[in-house]
């Protein structure tokens, strides 16, 4: 007999990726952006981890792998947004005549 199918939870989201947020007092962009890298590594090793249990047959569930690398995309894709917010930045402030 199969075993039955297990109800569906609301996911655990991690903490969520807030490069926008004001940095701490004294703190540079430098460590921000470090932060930032550092916030999209975790997501991308957490959706590596569920995709390894689900492929080894631990118990990890479907959607729980699907959400972690949707998570783990959506992170990727901010921090490319923004990254390329700054680059543009930067070049707007080069092109500026002293």
């Known amino acids: 007999m199969a075993a039955p199918i297990a109800p569906i939870s609301a996911p655990v ?40 249990r689900l492929l080894s047959g631990e118990g990890e569930e479907l959607h729980t792998t699907v959400l972690a690398t949707q998570q783990a995309e959506l992170s990727f894709e901010l921090f490319m947004q923004m990254r390329n917010k700054v680059v543009s930045a930067y070049q707007e402030i080069m092109r500026m005549q002293m």
């Open 13 to 52: 989201l991690a903490q969520p990726l807030s490069l926008a947020a004001q940095p701490a007092s004294g703190a540079s962009f430098q460590d921000a952006f470090a932060s930032a890298v550092q916030s999209v590594e975790a997501f991308g090793q957490n959706a590596n981890a569920s995709v390894e």
